[in-house]
Protein backbone atom coordinates (compact mmCIF):
# COMPACT_ATOMS: atom_id res chain seq x y z
CA UNK A 1 0.00 0.00 0.00
CA UNK A 2 0.92 3.86 -0.06
CA UNK A 3 0.45 6.32 2.43
CA UNK A 4 0.80 9.73 3.22
CA UNK A 5 0.68 12.79 5.88
CA UNK A 6 -1.09 15.85 4.83
CA UNK A 7 -0.70 18.26 7.73
CA UNK A 8 -3.21 21.02 6.60
CA UNK A 9 -6.27 18.65 7.25
CA UNK A 10 -8.37 19.56 9.78
CA UNK A 11 -11.58 17.38 9.32
CA UNK A 12 -13.52 15.08 11.14
CA UNK A 13 -12.59 11.21 10.90
CA UNK A 14 -13.50 9.66 7.65
CA UNK A 15 -13.01 6.37 5.65
CA UNK A 16 -14.03 5.17 2.56
CA UNK A 17 -13.45 3.63 -0.55
CA UNK A 18 -10.92 3.95 -3.43
CA UNK A 19 -11.86 3.68 -7.02
CA UNK A 20 -9.21 3.09 -9.68
CA UNK A 21 -7.69 6.41 -10.40
CA UNK A 22 -4.79 8.75 -9.89
CA UNK A 23 -3.25 9.67 -6.50
CA UNK A 24 -1.31 12.88 -6.04
CA UNK A 25 1.30 12.95 -2.73
CA UNK A 26 2.41 16.31 -2.32
CA UNK A 27 5.80 16.34 -0.02
CA UNK A 28 6.55 19.37 2.47
CA UNK A 29 9.61 19.66 0.15
CA UNK A 30 10.26 18.71 -3.67
CA UNK A 31 7.88 17.34 -6.52
CA UNK A 32 4.86 16.00 -6.50
CA UNK A 33 5.06 12.20 -6.38
CA UNK A 34 2.06 10.49 -8.59
CA UNK A 35 0.58 6.88 -8.54
CA UNK A 36 -1.96 4.36 -9.94
CA UNK A 37 -4.44 3.44 -7.32
CA UNK A 38 -6.36 0.34 -8.35
CA UNK A 39 -9.03 0.42 -5.31
CA UNK A 40 -8.34 0.00 -1.68
CA UNK A 41 -9.44 2.09 1.35
CA UNK A 42 -8.87 6.18 2.32
CA UNK A 43 -8.49 6.82 6.38
CA UNK A 44 -8.21 10.92 7.50
CA UNK A 45 -7.74 11.35 11.00
CA UNK A 46 -6.64 14.36 13.01
CA UNK A 47 -3.30 15.93 10.78
CA UNK A 48 -3.12 12.41 8.60
CA UNK A 49 -4.44 10.84 5.44
CA UNK A 50 -3.52 6.83 4.76
CA UNK A 51 -4.24 5.12 1.98
CA UNK A 52 -4.34 0.89 1.94
CA UNK A 53 -4.44 -0.35 -1.38
CA UNK A 54 -3.28 -3.99 -2.82
CA UNK A 55 -2.11 -1.84 -6.19
CA UNK A 56 -0.32 1.64 -6.23
CA UNK A 57 1.96 2.13 -9.48
CA UNK A 58 4.43 4.65 -8.83
CA UNK A 59 5.16 6.96 -12.02
CA UNK A 60 8.77 5.37 -12.44
CA UNK A 61 7.74 1.61 -12.23
CA UNK A 62 4.62 1.71 -14.93
CA UNK A 63 5.67 0.18 -17.78
CA UNK A 64 4.56 1.53 -20.83
CA UNK A 65 4.58 -0.96 -23.16
CA UNK A 66 2.81 -3.35 -21.31
CA UNK A 67 -0.06 -0.36 -20.87
CA UNK A 68 -0.32 0.61 -24.19
CA UNK A 69 -0.67 -3.52 -25.23
CA UNK A 70 -3.61 -3.78 -22.47
CA UNK A 71 -5.28 -0.72 -23.75
CA UNK A 72 -5.16 -1.76 -27.09
CA UNK A 73 -6.21 -5.28 -26.03
CA UNK A 74 -9.01 -4.09 -24.07
CA UNK A 75 -10.21 -1.74 -26.71
CA UNK A 76 -10.50 -4.61 -29.37
CA UNK A 77 -12.17 -6.31 -27.00
CA UNK A 78 -14.87 -3.55 -26.21
CA UNK A 79 -14.86 -3.25 -30.77
CA UNK A 80 -16.60 -6.97 -30.26
CA UNK A 81 -18.69 -6.91 -27.20
CA UNK A 82 -19.31 -3.50 -25.61
CA UNK A 83 -20.63 -4.22 -22.59
CA UNK A 84 -17.90 -6.41 -21.37
CA UNK A 85 -17.48 -4.98 -17.52
CA UNK A 86 -13.64 -6.86 -17.31
CA UNK A 87 -12.47 -5.15 -20.71
CA UNK A 88 -13.63 -1.78 -19.30
CA UNK A 89 -11.79 -1.99 -16.14
CA UNK A 90 -9.07 -3.21 -18.15
CA UNK A 91 -8.96 -0.04 -20.59
CA UNK A 92 -9.62 1.96 -17.36
CA UNK A 93 -6.73 0.85 -15.39
CA UNK A 94 -4.56 0.94 -18.54
CA UNK A 95 -5.19 4.48 -19.40
CA UNK A 96 -4.81 5.29 -15.87
CA UNK A 97 -1.45 4.00 -16.15
CA UNK A 98 -0.34 5.71 -19.32
CA UNK A 99 -1.79 8.67 -17.76
CA UNK A 100 0.47 8.60 -14.83
CA UNK A 101 3.52 7.79 -16.95
CA UNK A 102 2.76 10.90 -18.56
CA UNK A 103 1.45 9.28 -21.91
CA UNK A 104 -0.75 11.45 -24.22
CA UNK A 105 -3.02 8.94 -25.24
CA UNK A 106 -3.68 8.34 -29.07
Not at 84 to 94: G, S
Amino acid sequence: GAASTAAYFSLAPFVGALETGKVTVRPNEGADVYFAVHGGFVEISANEVSLLTDVAEATESIDIERATEAAAAARAALASTPDDAEAVAALRRAELRLEVAGVVPT
